[in-house]
């Protein structure tokens, strides 16, 4: 005997929610193909490829609309969870160190001396590592096909007279990553991301987008909080994959 369309329906129905249950990614077909040309516009497997980044460049602090302060930098980011950065052309440069559930502040202490160096806080650790795995470069090749994440297709919007294609992203936490992609170039125009324990929404905005090692590079980031701006970085070289020692995501060895 043949089933009834009601009865087929709620098998259907049944099994979509076993797969969910089990954590298969909710990927509709609209939003896959927008993610693969997005990232073909940014270098396809050049792309995929990137374990390290290195840029240096000037950033510009804001506060209440107004420059705070400004500084030349020096960033080395790798994965799965490592990340310093320098502050100004000093040789002992100020910065920060992030190494997995590991951290530590650096300071110039009086002329002539070694660096200081402070542990971070536990919660300075984690506000870090929930920023690094929320970051596009990370969640574009690392999250995505994940079996929990779900990504969607989320409409269009225009911004500055430009049409981009809306990509929902949420990762096996939940947290919400939602990139605007443009509809001619592909290249995002602008990224946000909102953390399921945090009140707050994080923006990005790129521009003026430049190929390194094969891969396309915005060298223009405007960060808000928000929609109030907390920073503009200006970048000015950047470097795929150099090869960075481990050791240079570690402090000083009398700091240990």
Excluded at 48 to 72: C, M, P, W
Excluded at 108 to 124: C, H, I, M, N, Y
Excluded at 152 to 177: V, Y
Excluded at 219 to 236: A, C, F, I, P, S
């Amino acid at each position: 005997m043949s089933r009834s369309p009601l009865i087929r329906q709620a098998l259907i129905v049944t099994v979509l929610l076993i797969f969910s249950a089990n954590g298969f990614a909710q990927t509709t077909p609209a939003a896959r193909q927008l993610l693969d040309s997005m990232i073909q516009s940014l270098g396809g497997k050049q792309f995929l490829d990137v374990r390290e980044i290195q840029t240096t460049g000037r950033f510009f602090a804001f506060n209440k609309g107004e420059i705070s302060q400004s500084d030349v930098y020096a960033s080395y980011w790798k994965v799965p969870d490592m990340d310093r950065i320098e502050y100004g052309k000093d040789k002992l440069k100020p910065g920060r160190i992030n190494n997995g559930l590991e951290g530590w502040i650096l300071t110039p202490a009086a002329k002539g001396k070694d660096l200081d160096v402070e542990k971070q806080s536990a919660a300075d650790i984690d506000e870090f590592l929930k920023g690094f795995r929320m970051s596009f470069n990370y969640v574009i090749r690392f999250v995505v096909n994940t079996p929990k994440a779900t990504i969607l297709h989320a409409g269009s919007e225009t911004i500055d007279t430009k049409r981009a294609d809306i990509l929902e992203i949420r990762d096996a936490q939940k947290n919400l990553m939602r990139v605007y992609i443009d509809r001619e170039t592909r290249y995002p125009l602008k990224v946000q991301t909102r953390l399921t324990d945090e009140q707050f929404t994080d923006e990005w905005i790129y521009a003026n987008w430049h190929k390194f090692d094969g891969v396309m590079t915005p060298l223009m980031v405007v960060r808000y909080r928000d929609g109030v701006k907390r920073q503009e970085t200006r970048v000015e070289t950047v470097a795929y994959n150099p090869g960075f020692p481990d050791s240079l995501f570690e402090p000083p060895a009398k700091a240990k």
